[in-house]
């Protein structure tokens, strides 16, 4: 099976994650991919895979030299995010020739929206019918693990050592490695595949955190209401308009952090809100959390104790962790110079199971898996990049053994 099979096999399948299901994995999707990866890595050999009680998958591809040399890890998630359907029976492959992508008669992938498509002429691409996320983040990065893995079988001429297999649920809700078992795992370092486009190496992301505002109001008949009601619906926008506009994500770029409210519902009576907090910088990670404190330690005293604030940290930033094994990065950077890929080095708007990971004692840098527009109908990836993916891992183990004489 080649890795375009792989990776359409792979996305077919319901795997989108529910916040709202306190059990590890949160939907039964994940599980069943979770069953065909062990089955397939079983096929190739590697009867020590596994699926665990939680649904995360491990397997151990051996060693075939006779020096020991340290243990690589590489790891995917099985999930696809919440936003959006995440089964795409569907998807469409063309060879893109320019100008906008019609992905269906009311949505495109134009060029004035996304601009760097004009980069990638030429290349083979396969989309979403508009419909659903194509679940490239990051059954990608799955697809790219499981063909190098299988290349490596094959070919016993590849030289490498011990290596490490991860596929973790929920990852897309915060929780991808709140089970996962480091000691098990036996590696000294690892590699999420779960980046963007080709040549991307992150070790730095945001510190995240979640937020939940729940705002009793009172409600009473709109004909004698004066002085009496309180419209929680009314207080959520003020406590929106309280935040600053500028520190919203499409405002915002690189290193600046932001709120973003990413659900509300309610009526006059009754009215949750939610929000994710993100910013690189700690400190100034802790002030964003301060505001919202202080936005709802107003509104409680404005209104008489109506508000009730719930927040929680989700991960922090990698390159705490990073910064000591810097040698780490620089296997990915050089095994991505040495096959012509430019390494993209910057920090992810965003989250991976690495950062958590790196805080629990597996170092654990993000690669590219050649995707765009992730979370969403305009999501895409070059086949040839996905392809590239499978050829770094093979070239990070090689060069591995022969950094490690």
């Given at each position: 099976m080649d890795i375009i099979e792989r990776f359409k096999k792979y996305i077919a399948m319901d795997?989108?994650?529910?916040?709202?299901?306190?059990?590890?994995?949160?939907?039964?999707?994940?599980?069943?991919?979770?069953?065909?990866?062990?089955?397939?890595?079983?096929?190739?050999?590697?009867?020590?895979?596994?699926?665990?009680?939680?649904?995360?998958?491990?397997a151990t591809l051996e060693s075939n030299i006779d020096k020991e040399v340290p243990v690589i890890g590489f790891i995917a998630h099985m999930d696809t995010a919440p936003d959006l359907d995440g089964k795409c029976v569907n998807p469409q492959t063309i060879v893109y020739n320019g100008g906008d992508i019609k992905l269906n008669d009311k949505y495109s992938i134009t060029e004035s929206e996304f601009p760097f498509i004009a980069e990638l002429v030429g290349q083979e691409l396969i989309t979403t019918d508009g419909t659903t996320l194509l679940g490239a983040d990051d059954k990608a990065g799955i697809a790219i693990i499981m063909d190098a893995i299988q290349t490596m079988v094959k070919d016993d001429s590849i030289k490498h050592g011990t290596i490490k297999i991860g596929f973790t649920p929920d990852e897309e809700i915060g929780r991808g490695a709140d089970l996962f078992n480091v000691e098990l795992?036996?590696?000294?370092?690892?590699?999420?595949?779960?980046?963007?486009?080709?040549?991307?190496?992150?070790?730095?992301?945001?510190?995240?955190?979640?937020?939940?505002i729940a705002i009793q109001g009172k409600n009473v008949h709109p004909g004698s209401a004066k002085n009496i009601m309180i419209n929680s619906l009314e207080v959520a926008m003020e406590i929106q308009g309280m935040l600053p506009k500028a520190q919203r994500p499409e405002y915002t770029?690189?290193?600046?952090?932001?709120f973003l409210l990413t659900g509300l519902e309610g009526a006059v009576d009754y009215t949750e809100m939610s929000y994710i907090i993100r910013d690189h910088n700690m400190s100034k990670f802790l002030v964003k959390k301060e505001l919202m404190e202080d936005v709802v330690a107003f509104i409680n005293k404005k209104y008489g104790n109506i508000a009730t604030l719930s927040m929680k940290d989700s991960y922090y930033n990698m390159y705490e962790q990073v910064k000591p094994h810097m040698e780490v990065v620089e296997l990915a950077k050089t095994s991505m110079e040495e096959m012509g890929i430019n390494p993209i080095v910057e920090p992810i708007r965003g989250g991976t199971d690495g950062a958590r990971l790196s805080y629990m004692g597996l170092v654990c840098p993000n690669?590219?898996?050649?995707?765009?527009?992730?979370?969403?109908?305009?999501?895409?990836?070059?086949?040839?990049?996905?392809?590239?993916?499978?050829?770094?891992?093979i070239n990070i183990a090689k060069n591995n053994v022969l950094g490690n004489k």
């Open positions: 795997t989108r994650s529910d916040d709202s299901n306190p059990n590890c994995p949160s939907t039964p999707g994940q599980l069943e991919l979770g069953k065909l990866l062990v089955a397939e890595l079983q096929d190739m050999g590697l009867s020590n895979a596994f699926q665990d009680e939680h649904g995360y998958v491990y795992f036996g590696a000294d370092f690892a590699y999420t595949f779960d980046g963007g486009p080709l040549g991307e190496l992150q070790y730095e992301n945001f510190n995240a955190a979640g937020a939940k770029q690189d290193y600046e952090g932001f690669l590219f898996t050649g995707g765009y527009n992730y979370h969403g109908r305009f999501e895409f990836i070059p086949t040839a990049s996905m392809a590239r993916g499978s050829e770094l891992l």
